[in-house]
């Protein structure tokens, strides 16, 4: 393992066992998420999906208790996701099998100039 990895995975447990032990008790929206959608890690990779997650939940909190917005945040199956990991996942085009041209055959998109 890199010793940056590991070094993250430590500080990150840090933070989790820090978590812990200040909400001793309280309701535990992560185990709630991972429940309602049937998913578990091995340790590390649920220590770095819990502090996404708990950041992600601090940014709704805040946004559902600004008056001036529009709409409200919630929790959902994309809640353990950066946002750039979101957008790498799940935003990201695919690549297309091929376009028709004006005679109604496919054309090879590998042969088409997308600069232009």
């Not at 185990?31 to 340790?43: D, Q």
């Not at 790498?88 to 042969?111: H, K, Q, S, Y």
Request: aromatic content about 14%; glycine content about 4%; hydrophobic content about 40%.
């Amino acid at each position: 393992m890199r010793k940056e990895v590991f070094l993250a995975s430590l500080v990150s447990l840090a933070i989790l066992a820090t978590y812990y032990a200040y909400h001793q008790g309280s309701t535990d929206a992560f185990e709630e998420w991972k429940i309602r959608f049937g998913v578990s890690w091995p340790l590390e990779e649920e220590a770095y999906r819990r502090l996404i997650f708990e950041e992600n939940l601090i940014s709704i909190k805040k946004h559902n208790a600004d008056l001036t917005q529009t709409y409200k945040m919630g929790i959902n199956q994309f809640s353990v996701y950066t946002t750039e990991e979101f957008a790498c996942r799940f935003l990201n085009p695919m690549p297309m099998a091929g376009l028709p041209n004006a005679d109604n055959t496919i054309e090879d998109t590998n042969d088409v100039d997308w600069t232009t």
